[in-house]
């Protein structure tokens, strides 16, 4: 089978079609034709060789989590059948440390993503195979697991409801489009900012309520505080952001952060923070149950995950090119 390698650390020319061998299923795992990968941040870092994850004794790798098709193969143990259509959740956890026993399982002591996915065909674990019922398709399937689950476990642990006013510095991307129509479904107010006039005008068909085009931070504090004083901040950017999200939000608002795209450095004014009784709240990914949740929403017609493009395998330096030019609005998929 084909697989979209990265064979050097240097940005998206760094990946290369190599030929491997089929994949076959162990005990409890299954392999599963891919329809359907949506990339991420995370993969163009690997990318571009800024993760501790991957260096270049590992080459070639083969990433990409979001993994949406059929079931090829079921191994032993495997509660699963071929041509199953299903999702992958990419969480991979121990199962027997605290978070595992109790919950949540993405808050796992020895929490790691699986790889692979940038290929034909995927060997998975088969109990973290999520199936899909009709009228969901494979490519709209695999723009969630990563973007989405991330935003929905975000909103939860910032307590969002009806009428909140959530604020999404970088609302253009994977986590940020996620976050404004997942921040609607729940029957909150969105304001999200850009650098790019032409993206936000999307937004607002995308459930955005306002938009805020800019970069400077102090221009950017005093347009969004015209909107209103946000009840949560939804951060995936970090950086100045973090110091911005929480000036303005309000007295005992909540700030979930799960990035660091803007800079893995931010200045918080503590007396602020204390005098404000206002929270920072780490999170990473979402819980299997969490995905299940976004493919009933998806079924049942109150969730379209935004897909900006669609590239061939064969084409995926492209599609990763697009990610670092921020061309972006929504998610990019590569299909097979
Ligand atoms: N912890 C987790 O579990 C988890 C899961 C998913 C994602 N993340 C993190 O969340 C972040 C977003 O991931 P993603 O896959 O959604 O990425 P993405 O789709 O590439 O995000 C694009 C967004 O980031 C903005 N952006 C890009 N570079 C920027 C910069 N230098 N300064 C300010 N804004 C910038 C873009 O703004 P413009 O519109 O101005 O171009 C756009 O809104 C990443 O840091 C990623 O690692 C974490
Ligand atoms: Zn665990």
Redesign the pocket.
Known sequence: MRAAAFTELIGPDGVSLIEQSDPEPGPGEATVDVDACA????D??ILEGDSAMVDTDDLPFVSGLDVAGTVAAAGEGADVEPGDRVVLCPNETCGTCRFCREGPE?QCERFSLFHGGLAETARVRADRLVSLPDGVDTATASALP??Y???Y?MLQRAQVGPGDLVFV??????????SVQLAAVLGARTV?????AA??DRLADLSLDHAVQG?DPDELRDAVGAVGTPDAVLN????A?TELGLTLMRRGGRMVV??????GRSEIDVPDLFLGHKRVI?????TQGDLETLVELVAAGDLDPEVEATYPLAATGDAFAA??D???????LVTN
Request: with cysteine.
């Open positions: 990339i991420n941040r995370h163009l870092w993405n990563t973007a689950m991330t935003a476990r510095p970088g609302a253009t991307g994977g986590v940020g489009v996620a999200g900012t850009s650098s790019s993206k936000l970069t995936h950017l970090g950086g952001y799960c990035g660091r795209t803007a800079g780490g999170s990473t990914m979402g990610m670092q921020r061309e972006a609005v929504g998610k990019i």
